[in-house]
């Protein structure tokens, strides 16, 4: 999946052009861009959440719940492959090669993050064959022990993996956002920012879901 940069329409909705003069007129901080990115951060780990349980109900509430269980995994994982995987797009895109430009100590960390990126998406793509595979198997599926189980691991691989490189993230190239870099700097990848399907994606939801009229963007 690749970034999608916005130029004049998207979805028949016209917002790139006059989003981004909001964004170059407006001052804004590393806390903005930090707010935005941690947004999703915030999101994905109460997915986190509601997977390892769903994963749970998979394994111990059988057949009476299965179609739910199957389903709820099915949202999870949509989850995963639009919305979570636009941030990682924008930070492998985007902001990773800025900081790492900006901020070159950054670098070697910055190498570990593309990495895990790249591992959660293999991984992400082996548990969408194993769990097309039970969804065709329909309850069947339950009696095949080493399907379920190579399911039930995948995914908390899964879990572990976004857990420990979210956190990982918020803690080091978050943060240096927010202390190093100058406000001409922050102003300029706030308008990279703008022009991504992930920039969207948040905005959408936060205006949506928020009550916070003072939006940074
Ligand atoms: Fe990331
Ligand atoms: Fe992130």
Not at 73 to 99: C, G, K, R, T
Request: hydrophobic residues 35%.
């Amino acid at each position: 999946m690749s970034v999608t940069y916005v130029t004049d329409r998207c979805d028949g909705v016209e917002y790139d052009t006059s989003l981004k003069t909001t964004m170059v007129q407006k001052k804004l901080t590393g806390r903005d861009i930090v707010r935005m990115l941690g947004t999703c951060h915030a999101r994905a780990l109460g997915q986190i959440d509601h997977f390892g349980k769903v994963l749970n109900h998979l394994r111990f509430e059988g057949i009476p719940k299965f179609g739910k269980n199957v389903k709820d995994a099915n949202d999870v994982l949509e989850f995963f492959e639009q919305e979570l995987s636009e941030h990682l797009e924008l930070e492998n895109q985007i902001l990773f090669p800025y900081l790492e430009t900006h901020i070159p100590r950054l670098e070697p960390v910055i190498r570990l993050f593309y990495a895990d990126h790249a591992g959660f998406k293999e991984n992400l793509g082996h548990f969408r064959t194993l769990l097309r595979k039970v969804s065709a198997a329909k309850r069947k599926a339950l009696k095949n022990t080493e399907l379920m189980e190579n399911l039930r691991e995948t995914g908390t691989c899964l879990i572990y993996l976004l857990k420990r490189h979210l956190q990982a993230e918020s803690a080091s190239v978050y943060r240096a956002i927010e202390k190093e870099l100058r406000s001409d700097e922050i102003k300029d990848l706030a308008k990279k920012i703008a022009s991504t399907s992930a920039f969207k994606s948040w905005r959408t939801h936060l205006k949506k879901n928020s009550s916070d009229k003072d939006l940074p963007f």
